[in-house]
């Protein structure tokens, strides 16, 4: 087979891969807590608008707890908005084709640097140990556990821009290697200076473009190599400071998440800890909640040595391909400096594009280990026949069987299903009470679901609602009534019997008291986010207090919110409807 019938073969199968594993999202409702108001705050249907998106933080400045400027990302949003309006089946398909694209990138951005340009190399017709290990990283990163934390959820698609423009980035600057000239160097400033627009965490780009220009400058004096690579990145460089600037001006200073602290650099510690579990654990997740530490620590020490030892031997042989090892690992310690550096959370959901990174060098690793191996039988030389079988065989399995388990089992894409039903349910419901009521009212949310099943898992991460997000779709499909949403307390539900609550509430005026008691099902905890970010929430903050002897919450409410001229109405979570109620005397009970 040549090149070009194995890079289109390559190319199909990519597609099938992805088709068989996200196609079914498109059937999805809204997912993800934040996709209502980014949705609500990115319609563009003026030059106004536009101004505003682009001059705004993200979401307008009302995120619950961050400040981020991601103009491109809100733009996206707006654009899909304009598309297709409230129905949900586009933004997934938007989602999916983006990280299509993204997986495409891969497959061409590694095949570029495994053809060996030098002198005496196989001709372009013949296909490469390079293609080969372009294609199964691209459909390991395709079908990877941790893309699947991503794609589905259309709140994350930052990460998916962050990731097409870093390999958009370094697409440029290998054609610029192969082919010097001033116009890749200014595409790869511009599309760096895209992925900023698109997340804030996207300053990689910067140092991941250094650490393969870096090793790809070949052979020269300190000073020269020094030179060749400030050269390179400088317009990149210039690019990144000026929106880093812009983004200051916007913000009003740094910005990221409230709070943060040293607790981030633990946060990235576990985050590379669940990359590599995932990575090693075919296709699994579930198992790297209880994986210990140390074999870990000892797989991670193996699989370097074992790398290191192959690419000294390739690098022997003069074919390069080391390189490409170092540059895959360097990358991995960049994402992971960054997210320490910017404050960013390095969750699963942040780990997408550091997944692509991760997918090449395990694919190195199999495609290398196979050829050692091959060499080492026809010498003969049992410890090198015996070490590269091994890598061979754990990397074969890890491939293998992730792509496999990946395409072929369907829990974590469908939890994102399943969430989304619930919201959908609930957010109905929401449209029909809300509907009803006065315009300029205040909507008090009562019990409504924030989160399935344990929620104090941390892998699989699959909130439902919060006071924005109800506000978000207020906003879309009610825009004239002016309606403000104040969450006062939420529940933890069962996905497999989310409407058994079995929860009693009721509000008492006199007192401005709202009490909740719980059966079994379900837990109430009040809203956990900082009245400076909705600057609309009426004057006064409500005060939680456990009930002693029983399961449930009291919640004392200013005192406006019983007057007599209150505008407030509670919208009180059933399990299957939305009951309205004004600010008198009720009680709202439903049994398991």
Known sequence: MTRRGFGAAGTAAIGVAIVLVYGRVTGFFFTDVDTLPLIATGRVASWSDFVDVMTSPLMGGQMPN???????????????????????????????????ANALLLF??????????????????AVSRGDIEALLAALLFAVHPLTMETVPAIARRPDLL??????????????????????????AAVFATL?????????????????????????????????????????????ACAFVG????????????????????????????????AT???????????????????????????????????????????????????????????????????????????????????????????????????????????????????????????????????????EWRDAAEIRRRALSETTRAAASLPAGSTLYLVNYPYWVGDYRQFLRERPILLEHSVQGWVDLVLPDRNLDVVGLTYLVVSMQEPHELGSRVSFDPDGARLDIDLGRGAYATPSQWNNAYRPRRPEGEPTYYQKEGQTGLVVDLPPSVAAANSRAHFLVYTGDRVVARPPTPWLVSHAP
Request: proline fraction near 4%.
């Open 280 to 414: 090693w654990s075919p296709g699994n997740l579930d198992a790297c909640r209880t994986a210990s530490r140390l074999p870990m620590a000892a797989g991670t020490v193996a699989w370097l040595t074992a790398g290191l030892w192959l690419s000294t031997r390739s690098e022997a042989r003069g074919d390069g391909s080391g390189v490409r090892f170092a540059g895959f690992v360097l990358s991995l310690g960049v994402f992971f400096a960054i997210y320490v550096a910017t404050r960013t959370p390095a969750a699963p959901r942040t780990l997408y594009t550091a997944t692509a990174f991760a997918s090449a060098a395990t694919a190195w690793s199999l495609v290398m280990g196979f050829g050692s191996a091959q060499r080492a039988l026809r010498e003969r030389t049992l410890v090198a026949s015996t070490a590269a079988a091994v890598v061979v065989s754990i990397c074969a399995l890890i491939v293998s069987a992730s792509i496999v388990r990946g395409v072929w089992t369907s829990r974590y894409v469908n």
């Open 195 to 239: 992925g900023l627009a698109s997340k804030d965490s996207a300053i990689a780009i910067t140092g991941v473009a250094a650490v393969f220009v870096g090793l790809s400058v070949g052979p020269l004096p300190t000073g020269e190599r020094v030179r060749a690579v400030i050269g390179r990145l400088l317009p990149m460089a210039l690019a």
């Open 66 to 100: 961050a400040l981020f400027y991601r103009p491109l990302a809100s733009l996206s949003w707006g654009l899909d908005w304009a598309l297709w309006g409230d129905v949900a089946a586009g933004y997934h398909v938007t989602d999916i084709a983006l990280h299509g």
């Open 108 to 125: 061409g951005w590694l095949r570029s640097l495994g053809q060996d340009p030098s002198p005496g190399a196989p001709s372009d017709s």
């Open 162 to 187: 962050f990731c097409l423009f870093l390999l958009l980035t370094l697409r440029s600057l290998e054609a610029h290697r192969r082919d010097p000239g001033g116009r890749s160097l200014a595409l």
């Open 246 to 277: 812009l983004r200051g001006l916007v913000l009003g200073g740094i910005g990221g998440y409230a709070g943060a602290n040293a607790t981030y650099l633990d946060a990235a510690v576990h985050s590379a800890e669940t990359l590599l579990c």
